[in-house]
């Protein structure tokens, strides 16, 4: 590494603590601003332990779907923080959910190149999306459900008609 790398990596490494810094007092501020621990327990009613790389409310806003462990999707009950379902069929981690505009529909994307499109009601995978050559990072439905954005580091695809098991 020549002598303008290394300084500029160490720029880089100064200024980066010096933004960890600034985020901590931020933190602390709030903080001795008066919100207790009991507030943020409060806050946060729910949790499971769980590696959430994507989140949803479905559009009732009934059920939360989160991504699971590996290969696995998990629907929870937003009244009381109970598991509705566990979605498993893919091959590789998680990493996007998304529901439909009418909520009947969820779409996860996964590491293993595909997107499963799930039914909310019965937990059955209806179709599976083929065609990215790497991990699918995002998944998304048009405002009228009849497209499925996906966002892969191949690029990004729509898909025609999602819910047509077809």
């Known amino acids: 590494m020549d002598r303008k790398t290394s300084i500029t990596y160490r720029i880089g490494g100064v200024l980066m603590l010096l933004l960890l810094i600034g985020v901590a007092l931020s933190f602390g501020s709030d903080y001795k601003k008066g919100i ?3 507030e943020i327990e409060e806050a946060v009613w729910f949790k499971f332990a769980v590696t959430g790389h994507s989140v949803a409310f479905s559009p009732d806003g009934k059920i939360i779907a989160t991504t699971g ?3 696995t999707v998990l629907l929870f009950n937003t009244s009381d923080g109970s598991l509705a ?3 498993t069929g893919h091959t590789d981690w998680v990493s ?3 529901f439909s505009p009418d909520g009947k529909l969820l779409a996860s994307g996964s590491g293993d190149g595909t997107i499963k499109i799930w039914n909310v009601s019965n937990g059955s ?3 599976t999306l083929t065609g990215h050559t790497g991990w699918v990072s995002s998944v998304a439905f048009s405002p009228d459900g ?3 954005a996906s966002g892969s580091y191949d690029g990004i695809a729509l ?3 999602p819910s047509n098991p077809k």
């Open 96 to 98: 996007s959910v998304a």
């Open 146 to 148: 009849k497209l499925l």
């Open 36 to 38: 207790s621990p009991k």
């Open 85 to 87: 379902k566990v979605l």
């Open 69 to 71: 462990g590996f290969g």
């Open 159 to 161: 898909w025609r008609n």
């Open 125 to 127: 995978c209806i179709k």
